[in-house]
């Protein structure tokens, strides 16, 4: 589809799905809390209808569960599901990063840096609030380079898989924000140098960073 041609509406069901996806995602809605269709429904503006078939395909996504005389229930992951996810995020990111220095453009490369001295400028005036959504623009825009054709689907698919609440983001934690922009700027060298081996293993060693930071927060 051209950028000129006219996206089709979102449907109601995916309206409702893209709602409950990024409450649960980002820790709005925590683990354990039960989400009747009704409720949704009520509090969305749409019928239950939607709301029942964006319950099934989260529930194909692993992030509800249905039990007896409970309904749909968002799944409250511990600590080897925390490791599991952030271990296979190193590797997924990792290698998105390795093809990545092969065939970035300079186009490309600009368009992270400026990404990147956005998040230092929003660090230094403060503004935390806004380093994961970027933090997530710059990880998944680098898998997108990396992998367009299977990566970037399935990095999305496995982020969009584990609830980050807003209280344990390490961007809130100053010495894990200045490490972690040291990183970024380590991969964005290695990627500018066309080293894949050096933005890997920075990649993998900052997603794992994060994971340590999770599992004790």
Same mark, same amino acid.
């Given at each position: 589809?051209? /950028?000129?041609e /006219?996206?089709? /509406?979102?449907?109601?069901?995916?309206?409702?799905?893209?709602v409950?996806?990024?409450?649960?995602?980002?820790?709005?809605?925590?683990?354990?809390?039960?989400?009747?269709?009704?409720e949704?429904a009520?509090?969305?503006?749409?019928?239950?209808?939607?709301?029942?078939?964006?319950?099934?395909?989260?529930?194909?996504d692993?992030?509800?569960?249905?039990?007896?005389?409970?309904?749909?229930?968002?799944?409250?992951?511990?600590?080897e599901?925390?490791?599991?996810?952030y271990?296979?995020?190193?590797?997924?990111?990792?290698l998105?990063?390795?093809?990545?220095?092969?065939?970035?453009?300079?186009?490309?490369?600009?368009?992270?840096r400026?990404?990147?001295?956005?998040?230092?400028?929003?660090?230094? $005036?403060?503004r $935390?609030?806004?380093l994961?959504?970027q933090?997530?623009?710059?990880?998944?825009?680098?898998?997108?380079?990396?992998g367009?054709?299977?990566?970037?689907?399935?990095?999305r698919?496995?982020?969009?898989?584990?609830?980050?609440?807003?209280e344990a983001?390490?961007?809130?934690?100053?010495?894990q924000?200045?490490?972690q922009?040291?990183?970024?700027?380590?991969i964005?060298?290695?990627?500018?140098s066309?080293?894949?081996?050096?933005?890997?293993?920075i990649?993998?060693d $900052?997603?794992?960073?994060?994971?340590?930071?999770?599992? $004790?927060?």
């Amino acid at each position: 589809m051209s /950028p000129s041609e /006219p996206r089709p /509406p979102m449907s109601k069901a995916d309206y409702v799905y893209s709602v409950l996806l990024e409450d649960i995602r980002t820790g709005q809605i925590p683990g354990g809390t039960a989400l009747r269709a009704g409720e949704v429904a009520k509090r969305l503006g749409v019928s239950v209808t939607p709301v029942r078939e964006a319950l099934r395909r989260l529930e194909k996504d692993r992030l509800i569960s249905y039990e007896a005389h409970h309904g749909a229930t968002v799944v409250d992951l511990g600590d080897e599901a925390v490791a599991e996810y952030y271990g296979l995020r190193s590797v997924v990111e990792g290698l998105g990063a390795r093809l990545a220095a092969a065939r970035i453009t300079a186009e490309e490369l600009a368009g992270l840096r400026e990404l990147h001295a956005s998040m230092a400028d929003d660090f230094a $005036h403060g503004r $935390h609030d806004r380093l994961g959504e970027q933090s997530r623009r710059f990880h998944l825009g680098i898998v997108d380079i990396g992998g367009p054709a299977f990566l970037g689907g399935h990095a999305r698919s496995v982020r969009n898989s584990f609830p980050v609440p807003a209280e344990a983001s390490l961007w809130l934690d100053e010495t894990q924000v200045k490490a972690q922009l040291e990183a970024h700027e380590g991969i964005l060298n290695a990627l500018e140098s066309g080293d894949g081996e050096t933005a890997e293993r920075i990649m993998i060693d $900052h997603v794992r960073l994060a994971g340590e930071f999770r599992q $004790h927060h």
